[in-house]
């Protein structure tokens, strides 16, 4: 069975400041790893997708990358900004159950000003 | 462009009441999904579809049933609620082209309570 893991739980940083969100999964023979981001009562919005033969996808100042054999992918946030906080959810397709998306339990980042 | 649409957004339940929640999205996506999410335990798929008239069971089926008459409306429904069920319903979809390549888009969710 599929288990996907975030670490750290939750994270606050100044604005301004880099940051690395991590998720690890345990079966590697995924299709594909996406990173999603869920502001509070909101639904999910796609931040990234990277397809299991890529190991990284970027957009704007977000960069996701992924090491399949390892099991693991990070979220690298530049210069972060208080719009940034949120919770970031990954999440990978396969495993064996088509489609079926296996999310983590996610990271809740707070950006200071 | 409205993508994903769930009705109701809040809904408050006696046990043993049913209702039914709808999803609908315009994009033209073949697959559609229902999860759930609860605290602590992440986002779970409830039922899915492939295609309009198809319908599978996810990872926590039990207590729900789902139609897909339409292809743009996928419908959860809770015959006889449960305080368990108690949680925050999503509705996604996705083109379902190559697997690599499936990206799943969400509605806003509906938060349910039953009491």
């Known amino acids: 069975k599929q288990e996907v893991t975030q670490i750290p739980a939750a994270l606050s940083v100044p604005e301004g400041e880099n940051l690395v969100l991590n998720c690890s999964f345990t079966?590697?023979?995924?299709?594909?790893l996406q990173w999603f981001r869920q502001d509070p009562g909101k639904g999910l919005t796609s931040l990234l997708l990277?397809?299991?033969?890529?190991r990284e996808q970027t957009s704007g100042r977000l960069n996701a990358s992924l090491d399949k054999s390892s099991g693991r992918s990070t979220l690298y946030i530049a210069a972060s900004q208080p719009g940034d906080s949120a919770t970031y959810l990954c999440?990978?397709?396969?495993?064996?159950?088509?489609?079926?998306?296996?999310f983590g339990k996610g990271t809740l980042l707070t950006v200071n000003p | 462009n409205a993508g994903v649409t769930q009705t109701p957004k809040f809904r408050v339940l006696k046990t043993g009441q049913s209702m039914t929640l709808l999803c609908a999205q315009d994009m033209n996506h073949e697959y559609m999904y229902w999860y759930r999410q609860d605290p602590g335990m992440g986002l779970r798929l409830i039922h899915y579809?492939?295609?309009?008239?198809?319908?599978a069971k996810g990872e926590v089926p039990d207590g729900y049933n789902v139609s897909r008459l339409k292809k743009q409306n996928f419908l959860l429904g809770l015959e006889s609620a449960a305080p368990s069920q108690t949680s925050v319903y999503f509705c996604?979809?996705?083109?379902?082209?190559?697997?690599?390549?499936?990206?799943?888009?969400f509605g806003a969710g509906t938060r349910l309570s039953v009491l």
């Open positions: 079966d590697s023979a995924i299709y594909n």
């Open positions: 996604a979809s996705s083109r379902g082209q190559t697997l690599a390549k499936n990206i799943q888009y």
């Open positions: 990277i397809q299991s033969s890529q």
């Open positions: 999440a990978v397709t396969g495993g064996g159950s088509n489609y079926k998306l296996t």
């Open positions: 579809s492939v295609g309009e008239g198809t319908t």
